[in-house]
């Protein structure tokens, strides 16, 4: 994907007189880009460690409305990768 200067500039504005990431998350959510696609956007443009940009993605007001989904999703792929295919979970 390649990413738009202005939309560079315009995020690390927003973190600059914010001091906060949700402005920005919300500029990328307004632009379309996904939750994944706005992880990789906060390191790679911004320097966010990707452990805090996945943490502070997810629990983002911006995408607060897919949280529950998303957290259902982990949850089962979870309990599938534990399941030892008898259907108990060990």
Known sequence: METPSSLIDQCRQAVASTGDLEPAIELLRRHQLSKVESIRFLREHLGVPLGDAKQVVHASLTWR?????DEGFWGDLERVLRDDGRGEVE
């Open 65 to 69: 409305d897919v949280m529950e989904r």
